[in-house]
């Protein structure tokens, strides 16, 4: 029995549980161009390590692809290095170095990002996402997904449609988008049952991110944490008293 997923919803299994290679995909072939590179860049961006074996090349446990393939300082990569980190990163590898090294710039900014937020605890990272009205469900690798994103891009605000949904993000690939994506809100549930929305954008305008006073947490009251959050979208109407937005798997 076949299904249906979206591809940027639908989650890469992890090595050796189901899917190493791209090859093992029935039918990529007969994609277009154009879709093969978006589930091309779905599979780089998903599963870094699976990627790494595909393409024969060895990289530590947990570094990032692109990243992972980046030592030092790119300015002082040999322009072979160079190309061999953007491929991995799923960014055109040609062209001259000057060109090669500003396409890794940001590359190198979210793994600094990724690292940092990666050694903070759930909590933290919740306690982060409150203070921006972001959701908090999830593991801990989407709440670290989800915390980066905020941090390189900004907050995403509340439908400008309805004010009921969070608005979601999909981009075309993990690096190179500069937060240029399709935008799209998931409505919400409100007492008389699920409240759909069909506002889709591919920008809208995010509020600058924010970071706790982490070393204030444990004196301050839940609610005391997040007095000061507010709708980063001045302009959308509010959200319904009862409102609840709906889980991932709903």
Same mark, same amino acid.
């Given at each position: 029995?076949?299904?249906?997923?979206?591809?940027?919803?639908?989650?890469?299994?992890?090595?050796?549980?189901?899917?190493?290679?791209?090859?093992?995909?029935?039918?990529?072939?007969?994609?277009?161009?154009?879709?093969?590179?978006?589930?091309?860049?779905?599979?780089?961006?998903?599963?870094?390590?699976? #990627?790494? @074996?595909? *393409? &024969?090349? $060895?990289?530590?446990?947990? +570094?990032?692809?692109?990243? /992972?393939?980046?030592? !030092?300082?790119?300015?002082?990569?040999?322009?072979?290095?160079?190309?061999?980190?953007?491929?991995?990163?799923?960014?055109?590898?040609?062209?001259?170095?000057?060109?090669?090294?500003?396409?890794?710039?940001?590359?190198?900014?979210?793994?600094?990002?990724?690292?940092?937020?990666?050694?903070?605890?759930?909590?933290?990272?919740?306690?982060?996402?409150?203070?921006? #009205?972001? @959701?908090? *469900? &999830?593991? $801990?690798?989407?709440?670290? +997904?989800?915390?980066?994103? /905020?941090?390189?891009? !900004?907050?995403?605000?509340?439908?400008?449609?309805?004010?009921?949904?969070?608005?979601?993000?999909?981009?075309?690939?993990?690096?190179?988008?500069?937060?240029?994506?399709?935008?799209?809100?998931?409505?919400?549930?409100?007492?008389?049952?699920?409240?759909?929305?069909?506002?889709?954008?591919?920008?809208?305008?995010?509020?600058?991110?924010?970071?706790?006073?982490?070393?204030?947490?444990?004196?301050?009251?839940?609610?005391?944490?997040?007095?000061?959050?507010?709708?980063?979208?001045?302009?959308?109407?509010?959200?319904?008293?009862?409102?609840?937005?709906?889980?991932?798997?709903?």
């Amino acid at each position: 029995m076949m299904s249906w997923r979206h591809l940027e919803c639908q989650k890469r299994p992890k090595p050796s549980k189901g899917l190493d290679s791209l090859d093992e995909l029935a039918g990529l072939t007969a994609l277009s161009a154009a879709d093969q590179a978006k589930v091309e860049a779905w599979f780089l961006s998903r599963a870094p390590e699976a #990627a790494s @074996k595909s *393409s &024969g090349k $060895k990289r530590a446990a947990g +570094e990032d692809g692109g990243a /992972g393939a980046i030592s !030092g300082d790119p300015k002082k990569m040999k322009i072979g290095e160079l190309k061999e980190a953007c491929a991995a990163a799923g960014l055109a590898a040609t062209g001259k170095k000057d060109a090669l090294v500003k396409q890794l710039e940001p590359v190198i900014e979210r793994r600094k990002v990724e690292e940092a937020y990666a050694a903070l605890s759930g909590d933290k990272l919740k306690a982060m996402l409150e203070l921006n #009205a972001q @959701k908090k *469900s &999830g593991t $801990k690798d989407e709440l670290i +997904e989800r915390c980066v994103d /905020g941090k390189l891009y !900004g907050a995403l605000p509340r439908c400008l449609d309805c004010g009921g949904g969070i608005l979601r993000v999909s981009y075309p690939s993990k690096y190179g988008h500069g937060g240029k994506g399709r935008y799209s809100c998931p409505g919400y549930y409100e007492d008389e049952g699920y409240i759909r929305c069909g506002f889709s954008a591919t920008d809208v305008e995010r509020a600058e991110w924010q970071e706790p006073d982490f070393g204030n947490l444990k004196k301050k009251a839940p609610a005391a944490s997040v007095a000061s959050t507010a709708s980063p979208a001045s302009t959308a109407p509010a959200a319904p008293a009862a409102a609840r937005l709906p889980d991932d798997d709903e």
